[in-house]
């Protein structure tokens, strides 16, 4: 029997069909379809973080060994535990991170289950139980007790591996390390093409700094024995690559540039490259990365968990109490299970039969599917008279006079419907076809169609704009008749249903046939634009429509209105939580964009900028919380529906405590009271600076700044803070003073910054409620003309 192990499909950029159809007709994937064809059993590792994607694209592979039995007819053995780590969802592959259990074909495949529930890694009570507890979510009392035991200092005789939850805080904490080791640093610089946001997706590190004896970790498979995950020792440092040792393979050997990529099925190209060493520092990994290792002595950092089952993993790679060490542990961080693992658990496994059957269930080829569609089809084709034209449409044998005939009559109905209010219809004094077809030009032209527009509408210009007033008469008798449907004699409320309805006839209108027609004349012998001919077609029809709903806006007096007094109401208390996420999400996304871009700068200032925004970073760390345990544990759940409600694939709002949110309905109430009609009398353009030194230069800021920092305070636990001044000492990185005084500067800081960003979002929301009041439509930004232009 021929066995292989399977650790998960790489490269999740195609569909199914796609993977199977590369691996058929690519030279370089023929020793793997000979492999498929000759394994009979297939081991699966880690099958939790297997997602339902890559299960089917796994099972249309193995398809190709025999196409007429799911998976091929192969053997599968899976192994993994589903309370670990989830799999990873990917938006820009369309991967929503399902596990591989919710795949029909999974259901179909998997008939039977053996529970594996002897422990073989530890054996100390305490220690599994706690494992169990915080990998399902739910604590008890005395695993509160036995994780707060385990904030002590390890042993130093043996060096320790430090988890963490984000890859942030893994390559903060991995800076902080290389900085502080002896010896002569040397730099490897990535090169990169591509959008900084999807460059920030690549493991590879922009900057490498490295020294000799620092712990790295390979991430490309380089040959059979020196693969992804592979820890090792820098040996030395050279131009053209450092030089590693992988004792764990007893090899040495000097790791060249690589590139790293970001695919997009959508555009069937690469979004991003960086031509990097495949390495990176390995004093801390993320607990994704850890996963499926036994370490000896470990650190877990508990903070920003955000998956189910991520602490318990963390806290199972360690054998003994006496080699783990757990710092910053809340049970916030403890995630409960999606109930679609307690349900999967609980499915009774299908006996299995001694024929084994049950095992062996027939494939409906896709490809079978199809032909049977396609032959009903035809038959249904043939015996139906009425589809007889339609068979003569596919064999090619239709006339082409009876197409002629057709159109001839719809020029001929069109015409002469057309014809005698043409002759007497004048275009409004208002309206200037010239100044329309001017407004189309470019001057920055960067695509084709745009140059084809120019040219286009300059021809227009010099010798065809009879052609184009001729057009704007047929548009104006069309919307013109449409318009009088909605009977605006005087100026009396026009009900929406009727200006909804013409918004749909004029839709209508411009798909007919009438107005093809008319485009058809308008560019009958300035064929050699194509592109261009509906761009400009439908802006003429746009402006038509545009002037005359002008004109009936004009019958009605603009009121004079003020924004009636605004309060904080029971419905808009959850959109007051969404914008106070979004406020703190917009603030750590500005500061983590300095921390970034001053990381490997070796200048004071620039160390000085780093610090700060790293500090600043921290902070708003603690402002954020989890989604399901706001679920299970908020007193206000009601607030929570808008949040919920925008979230997309990734999941990826920010959440904010009860507490913090406290302190934007404060803040709410603040604003609210300085945005006035008044202080836009007042002040003008000046409000925004008006109420800020309201905000932040009488008593409100004080009441509101003692809120701020009450919440922080309540968010940072004393034991996780002497805890890091504890390491900080250790690693002989600063004093406790220097530390308290970067706190409480970045304390600061960001109240000033969350509070701007607040009062610019109710500023806006203020100037459009104002600009309804007072009946006046917001033009186009000038910022979204530009954008208009690019595209």
Same mark, same amino acid.
């Given at each position: 029997?021929?066995?292989?192990?399977?650790?998960?499909?790489?490269?999740?950029?195609?569909?199914?069909?796609?993977?199977?159809?590369?691996?058929?007709?690519?030279?370089?994937?023929?020793?793997?379809?000979?492999?498929?064809?000759?394994?009979?059993?297939?081991?699966?590792?880690?099958?939790?973080? &297997?997602?339902?994607?890559?299960?089917?694209?796994?099972?249309?592979?193995?398809?190709?060994?025999?196409p007429?039995?799911?998976?091929?007819?192969?053997? !599968?053995?899976?192994?993994?535990?589903?309370?670990?780590?989830?799999?990873? =969802?990917? +938006?820009?592959?369309?991967?929503?991170?399902?596990y591989? %259990?919710?795949?029909?074909?999974?259901?179909?495949?998997?008939?039977?289950?053996?529970?594996?529930?002897?422990?073989?890694?530890?054996?100390?009570?305490? &220690?599994?139980?706690?494992?169990?507890?915080?990998?399902?979510?739910?604590? @008890?009392?005395?695993?509160?007790?036995?994780?707060?035991? &385990?904030?002590?200092?390890?042993?130093?005789?043996?060096?320790?591996?430090?988890?963490?939850?984000?890859?942030?805080?893994?390559?903060?904490?991995?800076?902080?390390?290389?900085?502080?080791?002896?010896?002569?640093?040397?730099?490897?610089?990535?090169?990169? /093409?591509?959008?900084?946001?999807?460059?920030?997706?690549?493991?590879?590190?922009?900057?490498?700094?490295?020294?000799?004896?620092?712990?790295?970790?390979?991430?490309? #498979?380089?040959?059979?024995?020196?693969?992804?995950?592979?820890?090792?020792?820098i040996?030395?440092?050279?131009?053209?690559?450092?030089?590693?040792?992988?004792?764990?393979v007893?090899?040495?050997?000097?790791?060249?540039?690589?590139?790293?990529?970001? %695919?997009?099925?959508?555009?069937?190209?690469?979004?991003?490259?960086? *031509?990097?060493?495949?390495?990176k520092?390995?004093?801390?990994?993320?607990?994704?990365?850890?996963?499926?290792?036994?370490?000896?002595?470990?650190?877990?950092?508990?903070?920003?968990? %955000?998956?189910p089952?991520?602490?318990?993993?963390?806290?199972?790679?360690?054998? /003994?109490?006496?080699?783990?060490?757990?710092?910053?542990?809340?049970?916030?961080?403890?995630?409960?299970? =999606?109930?679609?693992?307690?349900?999967?658990?609980?499915?009774?496994?299908?006996?299995?039969?001694?024929?084994?059957?049950?095992?062996?269930?027939?494939?409906?080829?896709?490809?079978?599917?199809?032909?049977?569609?396609?032959?009903?089809?035809?038959?249904?084709?043939?015996?139906?008279?009425?589809?007889?034209?339609?068979?003569?449409?596919?064999?090619?044998?239709?006339?082409?006079?009876?197409?002629?005939?057709?159109?001839?009559?719809?020029?001929?109905? /069109?015409?002469?419907?057309?014809?005698?209010?043409?002759?007497?219809?004048?275009?409004? =004094?208002?309206?200037?076809?010239?100044?329309?077809?001017?407004?189309?030009?470019?001057?920055?032209?960067?695509?084709?169609?745009?140059?084809?527009?120019?040219?286009?509408?300059?021809?227009?210009?010099?010798?065809?704009?009879?052609?184009?007033?001729?057009?704007s008469?047929?548009?104006?008798?069309? !919307?013109?008749?449409?318009?009088?449907?909605?009977?605006?004699?005087?100026?009396?409320?026009?009900?929406?249903? $009727?200006?909804?309805?013409?918004?749909?006839?004029?839709?209508?209108?411009? /798909?007919?046939d009438?107005?093809?027609?008319?485009?058809?004349?308008?560019?009958?012998?300035?064929?050699?634009?194509?592109?261009?001919?509906?761009?400009?077609?439908?802006?003429?029809?746009?402006?038509?429509?545009?002037? !005359?709903?002008?004109?009936?806006?004009?019958?009605? =007096?603009?009121?004079?209105?003020?924004?009636?007094?605004?309060?904080?109401?029971?419905?808009?208390?959850?959109?007051?939580?969404?914008?106070?996420?979004?406020c703190?999400?917009?603030?750590?996304?500005?500061?983590?964009?300095?921390?970034n871009?001053?990381?490997?700068?070796?200048?004071?200032?620039?160390?000085?900028?780093?610090?700060? +925004?790293?500090?600043?970073?921290?902070?708003?760390?603690?402002?954020?919380?989890?989604?399901?345990?706001?679920?299970? $544990?908020?007193?206000?759940?009601?607030?929570?529906?808008?949040?919920t409600?925008?979230?997309?694939?990734?999941?990826?709002?920010?959440?904010?405590?009860?507490?913090?949110? @406290?302190?934007?309905?404060?803040?709410?109430?603040?604003?609210?009271?300085?945005?006035?009609?008044? #202080?836009?009398?007042?002040?003008?353009?000046?409000?925004?600076?008006?109420?800020? @030194?309201?905000?932040?230069?009488?008593?409100?800021?004080?009441?509101?700044?003692?809120? *701020?920092v009450?919440?922080?305070?309540?968010?940072?636990?004393v034991?996780?803070?002497?805890?890091?001044?504890?390491?900080?000492?250790?690693?002989?990185?600063?004093?406790?003073?220097?530390?308290i005084?970067l706190?409480? $500067?970045?304390?600061?800081?960001?109240?000033?910054?969350?509070?701007k960003?607040?009062?610019?979002?109710?500023?806006?929301?203020?100037?459009k409620?104002?600009?309804?009041?007072?009946?006046?439509?917001?033009?186009?930004?000038h910022?979204?003309?530009?954008?208009?232009?690019?595209?």
């Open positions: 029997m021929t066995i292989h192990r399977w650790s998960g499909i790489q490269d999740g950029r195609y569909s199914s069909k796609e993977v199977v159809s590369l691996i058929k007709n690519n030279e370089k994937f023929k020793d793997a379809l000979q492999r498929i064809q000759l394994t009979d059993t297939l081991i699966i590792d880690e099958v939790s973080m &297997l997602s339902e994607r890559l299960f089917d694209q796994l099972g249309e592979i193995c398809s190709l060994r025999d007429s039995k799911l998976f091929g007819g192969i053997q !599968l053995i899976l192994c993994g535990d589903f309370v670990q780590l989830p799999p990873v =969802p990917n +938006a820009l592959y369309n991967d929503d991170g399902k591989c %259990f919710q795949s029909t074909l999974f259901q179909q495949t998997i008939p039977h289950r053996i529970y594996l529930n002897e422990i073989v890694r530890q054996s100390e009570v305490p &220690l599994i139980c706690a494992i169990r507890e915080v990998s399902c979510g739910e604590v @008890s009392d005395a695993t509160k007790q036995f994780m707060n035991t &385990l904030q002590r200092p390890l042993s130093s005789d043996k060096p320790s591996v430090k988890l963490f939850a984000t890859n942030y805080l893994v390559d903060n904490y991995n800076r902080k390390c290389v900085v502080e080791a002896r010896g002569e640093m040397g730099e490897y610089c990535a090169e990169d /093409t591509g959008q900084e946001r999807y460059l920030s997706r690549l493991l590879a590190p922009k900057v490498l700094w490295l020294k000799v004896g620092s712990p790295v970790i390979l991430l490309r #498979n380089l040959t059979n024995k020196l693969c992804n995950g592979l820890s090792g020792t040996v030395s440092l050279e131009t053209d690559g450092p030089v590693v040792n992988f004792p764990t007893n090899e040495t050997m000097k790791i060249p540039k690589m590139t790293f990529t970001v %695919f997009s099925p959508q555009h069937q190209s690469n979004l991003a490259e960086r *031509f990097q060493v495949p390495l520092l390995a004093y801390a990994l993320s607990i994704h990365k850890s996963q499926g290792m036994t370490l000896d002595s470990v650190e877990v950092d508990c903070q920003q968990m %955000f998956k089952g991520q602490l318990g993993v963390a806290m199972g790679r360690v054998r /003994t109490t006496a080699g783990l060490r757990v710092i910053n542990f809340k049970e916030q961080g403890c995630l409960p299970q =999606p109930e679609c693992i307690n349900t999967f658990v609980l499915e009774p496994s299908m006996p299995r039969e001694d024929s084994l059957t049950c095992c062996k269930v027939e494939r409906l080829d896709e490809s079978t599917i199809e032909q049977l569609f396609n032959i009903q089809d035809m038959m249904w084709i043939e015996a139906d008279p009425e589809t007889s034209e339609l068979q003569h449409v596919l064999d090619g044998t239709v006339e082409e006079e009876e197409f002629d005939d057709d159109f001839n009559k719809i020029i001929a109905s /069109t015409v002469f419907v057309n014809s005698d209010e043409m002759v007497d219809f004048v275009l409004p =004094p208002g309206f200037d076809v010239v100044s329309v077809l001017r407004s189309m030009k470019t001057d920055n032209v960067l695509t084709p169609l745009m140059k084809e527009v120019n040219d286009l509408v300059s021809t227009l210009l010099s010798s065809n704009l009879q052609a184009a007033q001729e057009f008469k047929k548009e104006f008798l069309a !919307l013109l008749a449409i318009l009088d449907d909605l009977n605006i004699a005087e100026p009396v409320a026009v009900k929406t249903e $009727h200006l909804s309805d013409f918004y749909r006839k004029s839709h209508l209108h411009q /798909t007919s009438e107005y093809k027609l008319n485009c058809m004349m308008l560019f009958h012998d300035m064929s050699q634009y194509p592109d261009a001919h509906g761009y400009i077609s439908f802006n003429i029809t746009t402006a038509i429509r545009k002037f !005359l709903l002008q004109e009936k806006v004009d019958l009605f =007096p603009v009121c004079d209105r003020t924004t009636s007094t605004r309060t904080i109401t029971s419905g808009c208390r959850a959109r007051v939580r969404y914008v106070g996420g979004y703190v999400s917009k603030v750590r996304y500005k500061y983590i964009k300095q921390r871009s001053t990381c490997y700068q070796t200048s004071i200032a620039a160390q000085e900028r780093y610090e700060e +925004a790293n500090s600043v970073v921290q902070c708003l760390d603690k402002l954020r919380e989890n989604e399901s345990f706001l679920e299970k $544990h908020s007193d206000l759940p009601e607030t929570l529906l808008d949040v409600r925008r979230q997309n694939i990734s999941r990826g709002l920010t959440h904010i405590p009860d507490t913090l949110y @406290s302190f934007f309905m404060l803040l709410c109430e603040k604003c609210l009271s300085t945005l006035t009609d008044i #202080n836009v009398h007042t002040y003008g353009d000046q409000l925004y600076n008006h109420c800020l @030194s309201v905000l932040t230069d009488t008593e409100d800021s004080r009441v509101l700044h003692e809120q *701020f009450k919440v922080l305070v309540q968010r940072t636990n034991d996780d803070f002497s805890a890091t001044v504890e390491d900080d000492i250790r690693h002989a990185t600063g004093n406790v003073l220097h530390e005084v706190r409480v $500067h970045a304390i600061d800081t960001l109240f000033m910054e969350i509070l960003k607040f009062l610019m979002v109710m500023l806006n929301q203020f100037r409620d104002l600009l309804q009041a007072l009946s006046v439509e917001k033009t186009m930004a910022r979204k003309q530009i954008l208009v232009k690019k595209k």
